[in-house]
């Protein structure tokens, strides 16, 4: 995708309508337009940045930071909020549909009509065992990379 046809990018222009709970420098943060619940806030780079693999850390603290924030404030106000998920997809795989990375800020409540469904498994500890030591060597690779 384009950089100019990226929404999220129009938005943090101000080329986009937004309805903007939070903006600095880093971030903006906005009402979902197609909400999974009443209250569903984006938190969005103001830099293009397609997925997780291209945010900087110190990018990804920021939208975290103001997730929290965020979220901390939907239990403050007159919004229906019991709970808050937060949550990220990142690429085709995870049901990504826009390609700038975001956040997503969830307020819940009894019967909202929002699922995340799963089959939760129960494997043994050495499939556990396994897949720690994989992720271990992920991590060794990236930090080979100076990530």
């Known amino acids: ?14 080329d ?3 309805s903007v709970v939070h903006a600095d420098d880093a971030v903006i943060a906005f ?10 806030v984006l938190v969005v780079p103001r830099e293009h940045v397609s997925g997780l693999e291209l945010l900087d850390e110190e990018l990804g603290a920021r939208m975290w930071a103001a997730a929290h924030r965020i979220a ?25 549909e826009v390609f700038h990375a975001h956040l ?12 995340v469904e799963a089959r939760w ?8 065992d396994t897949g720690a030591a994989a992720v271990r060597a992920g991590l060794a690779a990236l930090a080979a990379e100076g990530g």
């Not at 009402?31 to 009443?38: E, K, L, S, T």
């Open 104 to 115: 997503h800020v969830l307020p819940r409540f009894a019967d909202d009509g929002f699922r």
């Open 1 to 14: 995708m384009i950089v100019s046809e990226c929404p999220f990018c129009a938005i943090a222009r101000g």
């Open 31 to 40: 009402m979902a337009a197609r909400p999974a619940v009443p209250g569903h």
């Open 121 to 128: 498994g129960a494997p043994e500890r050495g499939e556990l």
């Open 16 to 18: 986009g309508q937004a």
């Open 72 to 96: 901390r404030a939907l239990r403050r106000s007159e919004l229906r909020c019991a709970g808050v998920n937060l949550f990220l997809a990142d690429g085709r795989a995870a049901s990504q």
